[in-house]
């Protein structure tokens, strides 16, 4: 018997030491994933200059790496499924290494565009991989505190993304700047073969429910045919869904693509300087990511609530962009910046509340589907916001106040549509809903 525990509490030891070398590689390649997803912002002017294309080209650009992403989702949870987390997202971050490489080459807008598109198809194979690495290797109620951390770090790519990747470009050109960028990729790839690992018994360790001393339930498999009819007859799963289509097209549209040109353009920054207040935005989600984690996890026991008191702040702070345009300080503006990230990322606690919503049998295709909605809303909220700016007269090569303001506009009322939808989800009792 005390051979037995003593064999246990080593198999224990050894999941609960190694879990956080993978949790550490996975998180350096999501570093990644918001580099990527960030990195047009600061380089949107070049973009335009070089390959001589309008507002509307640079916002299609900037979207094909969400069309991408948003068509992966599906797929990834199958690979995830059938290949395990070390081949999937070892294989796919090399994809998006070589299109960086191809993306630095580009000699015209298609090419370009093409390599944004394989970039996103590439880094699009690591979030789910990644919730997947959090159910194996973590316990239940670490889920919205790891998964918090995870995109706090992804942030500080995002934060690498700003100044630090404005001053490279301003060095070394955005071309040269990419062809780096692609190589550590690549590396990085190498580097999840390596050390990632699908579950805890790959090393010879104790799994989840062991650790946790709870029974392990298999439940019935489910074809993704009836999944997906058994999901989307749930009311509930559709106010997620909306909800996350405008949170992520919103956020995404206004970090990943037109803050910097609004700050360009409407405050007359140099590219540097537009980069050191967008950093602000990854310096306020951070900060609040842990925060609104440990907050689900320990503090509040209604994930919905949590996401209402977020997702309130976060449309307030679109305010002063919608009605002070060009009236702000840039002191105000910092602030707000700062404040965009800190309630802009607690949608992280949204995939708690799938959890709350959907069987476990059905969570990888619910996340899935949750995260196509969310990315697909990326791309057509950046491509939307092009549409609007282009209407804008352009005088001394700068965009209009106006455009920038009714694209504002635009986002302002659709998280209120999102908002008044979002409060009707029941609330979870004996039974789902």
Known sequence: MAIFEETTQKKINKTLSYRYVVFGVIALAYFFVFFHR??????????????????????????????????????????V??????????????????????????NSFNVALTARFLVGLGVAFMYVPALRILADWFRKNEYSTYSSILVAIGN?????????????????????????????????????????????????????????????????????????????????????????????????????????????????????EAGNILMLIAVGAIVGLPIFGIIADRVMKSKKKV????????????????FFTDSMSLNLVRILMFLFGFFGYCQIIVWANVKENVDLVMLGTASGIINFFGFTGGA??????????????????????????????????SLLIAFAFYITQKEIGSKRI
């Open 307 to 322: 996401i209402m008191i977020g997702f309130i702040s976060y449309v307030l702070v679109w305010i002063p962009f919608v």
């Open 380 to 413: 057509v909220y950046q491509q939307l916001m092009g549409v609007i700016i282009a209407k804008a007269p352009v005088t001394n090569n700068l965009i209009g106040v106006a455009s920038f303001k009714a694209a504002f506009l635009f986002c302002f009322i």
């Open 156 to 272: 500080v790519g995002a934060l690498a993304a700003s100044a630090p990747l404005a001053a490279l470009i301003v060095a070394i050109t955005w071309r040269n700047t990419m062809m780096i960028i692609g190589v550590i990729t690549i590396i990085i790839a190498a580097l999840l073969y390596i050390f990632i690992r699908n579950k805890p018994v790959d090393i010879g360790g104790a799994s989840m429910p062991e650790i946790e001393q709870i029974p392990l339930v298999c439940s019935p498999p489910i074809s993704i045919p009836a999944a997906f009819k058994v999901l989307f007859r749930k009311y509930n799963f559709w106010t997620i869904i909306v909800l996350y289509f405008i949170w992520i097209g919103t956020l995404m549209a206004f970090q990943g693509l037109w803050a910097g040109p609004y700050l360009m353009n409407v405050f007359n920054l140099s590219q540097g």
């Open 38 to 79: 960030m990195s047009t912002a600061v380089m949107a002017k070049d973009l335009a200059t070089d390959f001589g294309v309008d507002p509307v080209a640079v916002g299609l650009f900037g979207s094909m790496y969400f069309y991408a992403y948003a068509l992966s989702q599906l797929p990834a949870g199958i690979l």
């Open 81 to 106: 499924d059938r290949w395990g987390v070390r081949k999937t997202t070892t294989l796919f971050t090399f994809i998006a290494g070589c299109a960086t490489l191809l993306f630095g080459m580009a």
